[in-house]
């Protein structure tokens, strides 16, 4: 069946830098759009960026915009998160997601990863 599985998660100091992954199995990655999300400690999940099918258009929320990149490659399989400058803020579990088309909503993300925890301390 579809698995995505996250990696990269940790613990670092603000300023720092992460690099999440997340590799996709049991599906055609190159008919989904992939969406990172996070959830912090009494908050609803929101969205991260996203990636269409394509290897040029990328979307972020405004929150991250400028500090985040979202990457694919399709011949493995794989979408990356690469985080700098990070702040306390950002602590959170990020989740990786494929939906049929680019979108933001939550609600039309088809699978979803386990996530993987980012501690930013201050």
């Known amino acids: 069946q579809v698995q995505l599985v996250e990696s990269g998660g940790g613990l670092v100091q603000a300023g720092g830098s992460l690099t999440l992954s997340c590799t996709a199995s049991?599906?055609?990655?190159?008919?989904?759009?992939m969406s990172w999300f996070r959830q912090a400690p009494g908050k609803e999940r929101e969205f991260v960026g996203g990636?269409?099918?394509?290897?040029?258009?990328?979307y972020y929320s405004d929150s991250v915009k400028g500090r985040f990149t979202i990457s694919r490659d399709n011949a493995k399989n794989t979408i990356s998160l690469q985080m700098s400058s990070l702040k306390p803020e950002d602590t959170a579990v990020y989740y990786c997601?494929?939906?049929?088309?680019?979108?933001?909503?939550?609600?039309?993300?088809?699978?979803w990863g386990k996530g993987t925890l980012v501690t930013v301390s201050s």
């Open positions: 997601a494929g939906s049929r088309r680019i979108t933001y909503n939550a609600r039309d993300m088809l699978y």
């Open positions: 049991g599906l055609t990655f190159s008919n989904y759009a």
């Open positions: 990636i269409d099918r394509t290897f040029d258009n990328t």
